[in-house]
């Protein structure tokens, strides 16, 4: 097994069969790889029983949530849950991520807020709060506004005026059609295996304490693993 001294990790994605989370996770780990990060795309895989299941199935390797949907799960609970996992396998419970939630979701559930900022404002500090032992006896205003603020996370590129144009100009799909051929080389860690622990290395040079790798289809996860933790790992320590 080679390891990388970075924490490079895998995302598990929600439509992983449940009777293989366990094994996935063993995989991930007898890799070489130091993190398992794991989503919660409603309705499909718990994140935190399928973190539960990874962690009691793999010895040494550190598994962080990223993310829930902070609507989903109100921020005592959300508490109770991460802190139990905290305490029944110390040192290896990474973080809780804690998101919006895809609008479309959150409105199907019926929890599309009224201001996501305050939403996510108070469920954030609370978590927290009560993740250290505090007692709270107090009542947020309750939840969310139809806006968002910027949220272009492109500025360490310094594209973010170049993407607003094509954003106006038709969206996604103008994005996807004209967007430079360098921006991909940016957003994703694709081809030969040099290439991509090279831009494996350039995430971690910008300053990323963790890269989390996500293999699309879930189908291949298990032979890319493998060509991963062969060809790619040795890379980039």
Same mark, same amino acid.
Request: with cysteine.
């Given at each position: 097994?080679?390891e990388?001294?970075?924490?490079l990790?895998?995302?598990l994605?929600?439509?992983?069969p449940p009777?293989q989370?366990a094994?996935? /996770?063993?995989?991930?780990?007898?890799a070489?790889?130091?993190?398992?990060w794991i989503?919660e795309?409603?309705?499909?895989?718990?994140?935190?029983?399928?973190?539960g299941?990874?962690?009691?199935?793999?010895?040494?390797?550190k598994?962080?949530?990223?993310?829930? /949907?902070?609507?989903?799960?109100?921020?005592a609970?959300?508490?109770?849950?991460?802190t139990?996992?905290?305490?029944a396998?110390?040192g290896?419970?990474?973080?809780l991520?804690l998101?919006?939630? !895809?609008?479309?979701?959150?409105k199907?559930?019926?929890?599309?807020?009224?201001?996501?900022?305050?939403?996510m404002?108070e469920a954030?500090?609370?978590?927290?709060r009560?993740?250290q032992g505090e007692?709270?006896?107090?009542?947020?205003a309750?939840?969310y506004l139809?806006?968002?603020g910027p949220?272009? !996370?492109t500025?360490v590129?310094?594209v973010?005026?170049?993407l607003?144009?094509?954003?106006?100009k038709g969206?996604a799909?103008?994005?996807?059609?004209?967007?430079?051929?360098?921006?991909?080389d940016w !957003?994703?860690?694709?081809g030969s295996? /040099?290439e /991509?622990?090279?831009?494996?290395?350039?995430?971690?040079?910008?300053?990323?304490?963790?890269?989390?790798?996500?293999?699309v289809?879930?189908?291949?996860l298990?032979a890319?693993?493998?060509?991963?933790?062969?060809?790619?790992?040795p890379?980039?320590?």
């Amino acid at each position: 097994m080679v390891e990388t001294s970075r924490n490079l990790g895998i995302f598990l994605l929600g439509d992983l069969p449940p009777a293989q989370i366990a094994e996935t /996770a063993q995989l991930v780990e007898e890799a070489g790889f130091k993190e398992l990060w794991i989503i919660e795309d409603y309705f499909m895989l718990s994140a935190f029983a399928t973190s539960g299941i990874a962690l009691q199935a793999t010895k040494t390797i550190k598994v962080g949530i990223g993310a829930i /949907a902070n609507r989903v799960r109100h921020p005592a609970v959300a508490a109770m849950e991460a802190t139990t996992l905290a305490g029944a396998f110390p040192g290896r419970f990474l973080n809780l991520g804690l998101g919006h939630g !895809l609008p479309f979701w959150m409105k199907q559930l019926d929890l599309y807020p009224k201001s996501p900022l305050t939403s996510m404002t108070e469920a954030v500090r609370d978590v927290k709060r009560l993740a250290q032992g505090e007692t709270l006896t107090e009542k947020g205003a309750a939840f969310y506004l139809r806006a968002l603020g910027p949220t272009l !996370l492109t500025e360490v590129y310094g594209v973010n005026e170049e993407l607003k144009e094509l954003i106006k100009k038709g969206g996604a799909d103008t994005i996807e059609k004209e967007m430079p051929d360098e921006w991909l080389d940016w !957003l994703g860690v694709a081809g030969s295996p /040099a290439e /991509a622990a090279s831009s494996i290395t350039a995430l971690f040079d910008a300053g990323s304490t963790s890269v989390a790798l996500c293999i699309v289809p879930t189908e291949e996860l298990r032979a890319q693993l493998k060509l991963i933790g062969r060809e790619i790992l040795p890379r980039v320590n």
